[in-house]
């Protein structure tokens, strides 16, 4: 009796083991499947070097669409164009609607582009740039027939006097209020020439000042903003929300050089007003590809970069 009923147990327990598994499996593919993606957007600055004639006959290029690709699996999910044509209306010679095509058949978004276009010294003397404003007519229909969220102004270079600088503020105004019309998004992103001083203001912060915080946010370049020797959560602190986008830039990859403080930085997003974050490589000590996916590790390894952010305009 004793060996049957010995039987009977091992029996029992071998049909339920199963049933344990099954059961298991499910919760730990959920808690697998639970993982936050984060959403980090890529400079295509940063992959210059491998766009050089891209779509140069205005059809993509197996070059192009791989490296998407490509991109999209280092964990990409959107793009910062850099290569905007406002006479041809294209960016990488493909047209607004066919870049669109080209990202997201990638599996990416397209998000942002940096474009200038920057005033001449008789529009700075004469403080008139109505003919500057035509031209940004065009450039915000193309951007919006890309499906692009914001236009990023990456340039104004060090101004000469206060007058200059405040007819810029205007003009960024303007442009910002275009934008918005448009559902458009406007910033502006810093270099380190920011952090000196015209007539005795610092640049950057007479640009926080004088530009209206409906048309126009900032996109903080840290790796350029400490260079400029200055503190990117003490601006964060000083002009909260202000600052829509980190530009995650350092010396070489990202992560590498242990000068922008990244932890205090990502510590601080909501304070910052932060709803997006793009990469941009601009120095590289590896081969391109390897560069910008090791940079693409660091961001999503990082527990302090937070999962997403919401994309508002």
Same mark, same amino acid.
Request: proline share 4%.
């Given at each position: 009796?004793?060996?049957?009923?010995?039987?009977?147990? @091992?029996?029992?327990?071998?049909?339920?083991?199963?049933?344990?598994? %099954?059961?298991?499996?499910?919760?730990?593919?959920?808690?697998?499947?639970?993982?936050? %993606?984060?959403? $980090? &957007?890529?400079?295509?600055?940063?992959?210059?070097?491998?766009?050089?004639?891209?779509?140069?006959?205005?059809?993509?290029?197996?070059?192009?669409?791989?490296?998407?690709?490509?991109?999209?699996?280092?964990?990409?999910?959107?793009?910062?164009?850099?290569?905007?044509?406002?006479?041809?209306?294209?960016?990488?010679?493909?047209?607004?609607?066919?870049?669109?095509?080209? $990202?997201?058949?990638?599996?990416?978004?397209?998000?942002?582009?940096?474009?200038?276009?920057?005033?001449?010294?008789?529009?700075?003397?004469?403080?008139?740039?109505?003919?500057?404003?035509?031209?940004?007519?065009?450039?915000?229909?193309?951007?919006?027939?890309?499906?692009?969220?914001? $236009?990023?102004?990456?340039?104004?270079?060090?101004?000469?006097?206060?007058?200059?600088?405040?007819?810029? &503020?205007?003009?960024?105004?303007?442009?910002?209020?275009?934008?918005?019309?448009?559902?458009?998004? !406007?910033?502006?992103?810093?270099?380190?020439?920011? !952090?000196?001083?015209?007539?005795?203001?610092?640049?950057?912060?007479?640009?926080? /000042?004088?530009?209206?915080?409906?048309?126009? !946010?900032? %996109?903080?370049?840290?790796?350029?903003? @400490?260079?400029?020797?200055?503190?990117? @959560? /003490?601006?964060?602190?000083?002009?909260?929300?202000?600052?829509?986008?980190?530009?995650?830039? #350092?010396?070489?990859?990202?992560? %590498?050089?242990?000068?922008?403080?990244? #932890?205090?930085? !990502?510590?601080?997003?909501?304070?910052?007003?932060?709803?997006? $974050?793009?990469?941009?490589?601009?120095?590289?000590?590896?081969?391109?590809?390897?560069?910008?996916?090791?940079?693409?590790?660091?961001?999503?390894?990082?527990?302090? @970069?937070?999962?997403?952010?919401?994309?508002?305009?």
């Amino acid at each position: 009796m004793k060996r049957i009923t010995f039987l009977k147990t @091992v029996m029992a327990a071998a049909l339920c083991l199963p049933l344990n598994i %099954q059961a298991a499996t499910p919760v730990r593919q959920a808690r697998k499947a639970a993982a936050p %993606q984060k959403d $980090i &957007c890529l400079q295509l600055y940063s992959v210059r070097d491998l766009l050089k004639d891209v779509n140069k006959d205005g059809k993509a290029s197996a070059e192009w669409t791989g490296l998407l690709s490509r991109l999209h699996k280092m964990g990409y999910t959107s793009t910062e164009a850099a290569n905007y044509d406002q006479g041809r209306g294209t960016f990488y010679n493909r047209t607004p609607k066919q870049y669109r095509q080209d $990202i997201e058949a990638a599996g990416m978004k397209v998000l942002s582009s940096h474009v200038a276009h920057n005033l001449s010294d008789q529009e700075l003397a004469s403080g008139d740039y109505s003919e500057a404003l035509k031209w940004w007519k065009k450039c915000i229909a193309d951007h919006k027939a890309a499906g692009m969220s914001y $236009i990023v102004n990456p340039w104004i270079g060090k101004q000469k006097s206060l007058h200059d600088l405040d007819v810029y &503020c205007k003009y960024l105004n303007d442009v910002g209020k275009m934008c918005k019309e448009a559902g458009l998004g !406007f910033g502006y992103h810093n270099h380190n020439y920011e !952090f000196e001083k015209v007539e005795g203001k610092v640049m950057y912060d007479y640009m926080l /000042e004088h530009t209206n915080p409906e048309y126009v !946010f900032f %996109q903080m370049d840290m790796y350029w903003t @400490v260079r400029g020797a200055s503190s990117p @959560v /003490e601006y964060f602190n000083r002009y909260p929300g202000r600052f829509k986008s980190f530009h995650c830039k #350092d010396h070489r990859e990202i992560g %590498q050089s242990g000068m922008v403080g990244w #932890d205090a930085i !990502f510590r601080n997003a909501k304070t910052a007003g932060v709803q997006f $974050i793009v990469a941009e490589i601009e120095q590289y000590t590896m081969p391109v590809e390897e560069s910008v996916a090791k940079s693409a590790q660091y961001l999503l390894r990082s527990r302090f @970069v937070p999962a997403s952010f919401p994309v508002t305009k």
